[in-house]
Every structure is written in C-alpha cells, then in structure tokens.
C-alpha cells in the first residue's frame, strides 16, 4: 500500500487547483484520475459546444488564460489543452488510468482502493464533480420503447439523431443550446421549460458575466446570501458562449421555429402532459433579469461606468410565448426522440464513510464533511455562488488547503 498526506479523487479544474494548492502549502499527495486530466471535457460534450464563460475568466491558482482571445470562449478541446497545460505548469502528481473503487475509514485516516493498487493517506479530498451524472426524471422509463432518449453528455450532433421531431426536456444553458442546434438541422423541435434564468450575452456592450463578475455578484459567499439552500437551487444560466456573441433565450428560440411548452410532469407510452406553467416561468425569469439589469445600472452610474457605456438598455420583457399544448403525442406528431437536459446527479458508490444524506448528497460545510480529513470540492455553490465554475474553484480551493494543512498538522 502507497502511502501520502492527501489522496485527491478526480483531475478536473477542481482537484488541479486543490492539488496546485497543496503543492504551495509543500503537502505531499496523489490526484487519481479513472480517465485523463479534463477526462469530463474529453468525453462528455457535444461536438459544438463551447464554454459559456469568457476566456479571461478561467483563472486558477497561479494559472490564467494568456491567448489571443480573452473575449472568446472556448471549445471543448480548447479547455482540455487548457486543463492539460495547467496541470504540466506545476508537474502535478497525476495517476491517470485510476479508478477509485472504495474509500474507507482506516488507522489515523483512510485507504483509497483503487484498480491499480491502494493508498492510505490521513485526508481525502473528493473532486469528482458536480456534474456528474445526467439526472433523468423516472418518468422516462414509462415512454414506449420506439421513443430513442438521449442525455446531453451522450449527444453529440444532430446527424446522430432519428429522423423526425425532437422533444428537448429542460431550458437551461444546455437545453437551449441542443434545442437551437437540432432546429437548425431542418427538424421540428420543442423545448419544455421550467425554471430558468435568462440572460442576455451582452449588456451595454460588455458581457454580462463581466457585469457579474465586476459587481461581486459570483464572489457571495454562503454567508452572504439569504438562503443557502434557496441558492443552491437557482436554475443555472441560460447562455451560450459563441463567437458572435449572440443572445439566446426563449424570444429567440420561438422566433426560430422552435416550440415551447411548460414544465413535462408525466409521460405513459407516446403521450407526455406538461404543465400549464410556461407564462409562470417566463415571468418569474423576466422579473429576475429585470432585477438585474437595474442593478448593473445602478452599479455603473455608481462606478462612473456611464459615461463610457451610453444610456442603459430598453429592458424587452417576453411577453408573447405561443399558447403551449397541455400533452403532446409523440407519436401522432412524429417527434422520435426526447433529449432529457434536466440536471445532474452526483453518485459515490465507492465512498464506505458515513458522510451522504437521504439523497446520497455528500455532507458539508464549505467542503468540509462531518469526517475529519475529508473535503469535497467543486459542488455548485460549495462557499460561494462561482465554486463549480473555472474561475471560482481556485478560492475553495485555497481555504480547503488551509483547513486540510491544518488537520495534518493536528493529526502529525
Ligand atoms: C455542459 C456543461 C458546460 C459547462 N460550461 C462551463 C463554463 O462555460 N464555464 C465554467 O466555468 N464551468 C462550466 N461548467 C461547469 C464546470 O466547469 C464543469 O462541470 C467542470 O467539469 C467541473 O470540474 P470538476 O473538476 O469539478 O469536475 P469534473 O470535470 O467532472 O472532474 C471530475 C473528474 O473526476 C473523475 N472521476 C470521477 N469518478 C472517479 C473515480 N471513481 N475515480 C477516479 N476518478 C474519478 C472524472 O473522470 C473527472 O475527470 C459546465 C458544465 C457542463 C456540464
């Protein structure tokens, strides 16, 4: 059995940046990785896919973005050299090719048993991300089975798909994003929408995630908001990064042909019945956006941002989606397939430490679970509200770094 200070599970931005962290704090340890550093962005994207934030803003401990495009966004291949470079940068102790099969509680920490070999090490960091595993609702399992069911992390491009109609389940960044695609490949598409936060990509000439950077608004921490929970619940952004800079929301989507329906409640066959919720959820989003973009305003006539900017934006509330169908039958309407774009789910069948709640959620406090010497890292608002982007993990990382070094210094 090896033995080290820290196992860190997974070689995302997440365990790069706690292992570049630990590497400053002189910390000995181990980042296993089933697959290769960025594995996630080596296989689980679509062809087109791009990040939906800038490239300026994918700052990691002691690593930027140093390109000819700050303003861009970069492709899925681009993160990976990215990820890969950022790991080369500081020789990170990487195994890849190693899979994690248990983590135990063992003599003064744990063991990591892995399927090539074993390591012991009195703290574990698990970076096996928030993503992780596409969440597909149980009503899936009660479609005929001529219906084909595709998860985003599976879809590649539109050509893979039947001929015939396309039912996109879910309205956020991802969901948006396959709906626009697979309408522009000459297909019917609806796109079922629940919560959502719309966002335009540019606002008063500068990206709206510079705004959201620039006010603090990614910066709140857990002890900052309202309501942890309520947060940790906020539908993700619906943005798209592409080189045009083009908005891409609902107006815009129903503008292209692609039909939109309320929140899908149940499916039995080919027939699938969807809420009557869409107004609702529009509205709710406008509301938000609207909150928003008065304070961006109010934030930059504070900064003296306005006389550089121009006036603020006319705010375009989505006021007319088409009246939406209560149940719509796949059959009847030639729609062959379904991509659900509902979420994620994370699952540790391999974690033997008594730290999961009721929905096999890791517990936590910033990262730190009941179990001493094992952190979690990379959960959406973990300490603050950019903890599984990019651009955020490296803070999480650094405090984790602090209270780990200090676990070891107690348990030395
Ligand atoms: C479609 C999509 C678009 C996104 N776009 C952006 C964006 O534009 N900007 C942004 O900042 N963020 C974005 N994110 C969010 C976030 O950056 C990604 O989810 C990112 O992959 C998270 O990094 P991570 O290191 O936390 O986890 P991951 O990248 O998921 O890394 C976890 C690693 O753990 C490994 N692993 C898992 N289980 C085991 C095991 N048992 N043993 C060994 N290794 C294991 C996996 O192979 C993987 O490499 C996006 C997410 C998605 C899903």
């Not at 149940?327 to 309407?333: K, P, S, T, V």
Request: aromatic share 8%; hydrophobic share 40%; proline share 7%.
């Amino acid at each position: 059995m090896r033995r080290t200070e820290v196992v860190v599970i997974g070689g995302g931005q997440a365990g790069l940046a706690m292992s570049r962290c630990l590497r400053d704090a002189g910390v000995d340890h181990v980042v296993l990785e089933r697959g290769r550093v960025a594995e996630r962005w080596r296989r689980g994207s679509w062809d087109s896919l791009r990040l939906l934030t800038p490239n300026w803003q994918s700052r990691l401990p002691g690593f930027r973005y140093e390109g000819p495009e700050p303003h861009g966004y970069m492709s899925a291949p681009e993160v990976v050299g990215y990820l890969d470079r950022y790991a080369r940068s500081f020789s990170a102790p990487v195994e890849e090719g190693a899979t994690v099969l248990a983590v135990e509680p063992a003599t003064a920490g744990y063991r990591v048993t892995t399927d090539r070999g074993a390591w012991a090490a009195p703290s574990v960091v698990i970076a096996t991300g928030h993503c992780d595993t596409p969440f597909v609702p149980g009503m899936a399992g009660r479609l005929a089975e001529d219906v084909v069911q595709v998860v985003p992390s599976h879809y590649r491009n539109p050509r893979q798909l039947p001929p015939g109609g396309v039912l996109v389940v879910g309205a956020s960044a991802t969901g948006v994003q396959l709906a626009d695609e697979i309408r522009a490949s000459g297909r019917p598409v609806t796109l079922a929408v629940g919560r959502h936060t719309r966002l335009p990509r540019v606002y008063r000439g500068r990206d709206i995630l510079w705004w959201l950077d620039a006010m603090g608004i990614f910066d709140e921490s857990a002890e900052e908001v309202f309501d942890l929970a309520i947060s940790r619940s906020q539908p993700s952004l619906q943005l798209v990064g592409r080189p045009d800079r083009a908005t891409l929301d609902l107006p815009v989507l129903q503008e292209r042909g692609v039909r939109l329906v309320g929140r899908v409640v149940d499916a039995e066959g080919s027939r699938v019945s969807c809420a009557d919720d869409l107004v609702a959820h529009t509205v709710a989003a406008d509301a938000r956006l609207a909150r928003l973009v008065q304070r961006i305003d109010v934030f930059a006539a504070r900064t003296g941002l306005d006389a550089e900017l121009g006036p603020p934006e006319p705010f375009r509330p989505f006021l007319w989606p088409a009246p939406a169908p209560a149940e719509i039958d796949l059959r009847a309407e030639g729609v062959r397939t379904v991509v659900w774009a509902t979420g994620f789910r994370r699952l540790y069948p391999w974690l033997n430490v008594p730290v999961l709640d009721a929905r096999g959620e890791i517990r936590h406090e910033g990262g730190v679970t009941p179990s001493p010497g094992l952190y979690v890292i990379g959960l959406y608002f973990l300490r603050r509200r950019k903890s599984s982007f990019i651009d955020g993990v490296g803070r999480d990382a650094m405090d984790l770094t602090a209270h780990l070094a200090a676990h070891l210094r107690r348990a030395a």
